[in-house]
Nanobody, 116 residues
């Protein structure tokens, strides 16, 4: 079955960097777009970034443009989110996601806390 496992979260000071990873299994990874979402306490889950399958093109939320980079390694079935110049408002649980056969799948999430 489809499984998504995130890693790489943690506590970082403002201005710092983190790289999140999401290991995927149970589907033909290279054929599907992959997304990163985040959810802060008391807020709705929001789309952070998406990377498409064939073109590898990307889209970002305005709030992270120029600071975050999504990438994928189809040989490793892994999608990444490089986060630079982190701000306290980036604090959230970050989830990777995909949609296979019209069903959405999510990982368990990884906590990112930006604080001094």
């Amino acid at each position: 079955q489809v499984q998504l496992v995130e890693s790489g979260g943690g506590l970082v000071q403002p201005g710092g960097s983190l790289r999140l990873s999401c290991a995927a299994s149970g589907f033909t990874f290279r054929l599907y777009p992959m997304t990163w979402y985040r959810q802060a306490p008391g807020k709705e889950r929001e789309l952070v970034a998406v990377i498409f399958d064939r073109s590898g093109s990307t889209n970002y939320a305005d709030s992270v443009k120029g600071r975050f980079t999504i990438s994928r390694d189809n040989a490793k079935n892994t999608v990444y989110l490089q986060m630079n110049s982190l701000k306290p408002e980036d604090t959230a649980v970050y989830f990777c996601g995909t949609q296979v056969a019209s069903r959405a799948y999510w990982g368990q999430g990884t906590q990112v806390t930006v604080s001094s």
